[in-house]
């Protein structure tokens, strides 16, 4: 399972770091890591990924500001939010797949936040 915290409510250019910690499944094998998000009405999207070899893939919404990261030794993945936008509102999902699988595979239950101004 992947348990994600670290949301909540901060204001406009704020910062905030998420942390999402993997268990009871292979880290190794499902090694590619991701934050999706996702806002009422809308379709999940991709934030950033981040694979067992410290390659990462941003969102261009994202891009210079957000940083994801990994320790594979304490089986967690980390996502950096800086410069927040109101835009950024929204429930945050960390993830995992094998490499060669495009979807993700494994899911948190999602962590809440909210940007105001």
């Known amino acids: 399972q992947l348990q994600a915290s670290g949301g909540g409510l901060v204001q406009t250019g704020g910062s905030l770091s998420l942390s999402c910690a993997a268990s009871?499944?292979?880290?190794?094998?499902?090694?590619?890591m991701g934050w999706y998000r996702q806002t009422p009405g809308q379709q999940r999207e991709l934030v950033a990924t981040i694979s067992n070899g410290g390659n990462t893939k941003y969102a261009d919404s994202v891009k210079g500001r957000f940083t994801i990261s990994r320790d594979n030794a304490k089986t967690a993945v980390y996502l950096q939010m800086n410069s927040l936008k109101s835009e950024d509102t929204a429930v945050y999902y960390c993830?995992?797949?094998?490499?060669?699988?495009?979807?993700?595979?494994?899911w948190g239950q999602g962590t809440l936040v909210t940007v105001s101004s």
């Open positions: 009871g499944y292979s880290f190794s094998e499902y090694n590619v």
């Open positions: 993830s995992s797949r094998r490499p060669w699988i495009v979807e993700p595979e494994y």
